[in-house]
């Protein structure tokens, strides 16, 4: 007994257009992994460059624009300055950081979101207040607004983020930069 219908099978061998994609993936795999033997293994720190980004200064760790051999995470080092705070911002991966240097704070705006017909978004009014200092950890979810905060007005803050890239590779580079930092 066959449960596929005749007119299935038919319809499947009818003649269409012909593409090479199969055999062009192969070949762009082969060129790939010759490109990724060229690629850094290790970054030294005068090859990381810095930026006077929206967010505030940030010194890039690993950045797909690197050349290294890290697919998966962007890290950068960011710079609190005495007393400051970063942009706020918002992006679909979920985000951590490790605080290197000093105490502060950060400020979260949960999202809520319903997929009914379409993705909708909604953001906390009130943000929740999470404090951290030197050798702490800190997760933010994704897509919540977030800002961070030196709260020492003397010292410099550090921390080192990362950021996955594989939910940009699925198609949702949803990233937004809310407010700019102090002097951008």
């Known amino acids: 007994m066959s449960f596929i219908d005749p007119r299935e099978r038919e319809a499947a061998h009818k003649p269409t257009t012909f593409v090479n994609f199969y055999e062009e993936a192969v070949k762009a795999s082969q060129e790939f992994r010759k490109e990724y033997d060229s690629m850094m293994n290790v970054v030294k720190w005068s090859e990381m460059p810095f930026e006077r980004s929206?967010?505030?200064?940030?010194?890039?760790?690993?950045?797909?624009?690197?050349n290294t051999k890290e697919m998966c995470l962007d890290i950068y080092m960011q710079f609190l300055p005495p007393g400051k705070a970063s942009g706020i911002h918002?992006?679909?991966?979920?985000?951590?950081?490790?605080?290197?240097?000093?105490?502060?704070?950060?400020?979260h705006w949960d999202v809520k979101f319903d997929c009914k017909d379409t993705m909708e978004f909604e953001w906390e009014t009130e943000p929740k207040k999470f404090e951290w200092k030197a050798g702490d950890f800190v997760y933010i979810p994704p897509y919540c607004a977030h800002q961070h905060f030196n709260a020492d007005s003397a010292k410099e803050a550090r921390i080192i983020v990362v950021n996955s890239r594989i939910v940009k590779a699925m198609g949702l580079d949803w990233f937004e930069q809310l407010e700019n930092a102090e002097g951008f």
Do not use: A, Q, T
């Open 54 to 66: 929206p967010d505030g200064l940030i010194k890039h760790i690993i950045n797909e624009r690197m």
């Open 90 to 107: 918002r992006h679909l991966s979920e985000e951590v950081f490790y605080v290197v240097e000093g105490n502060g704070y950060d400020l």
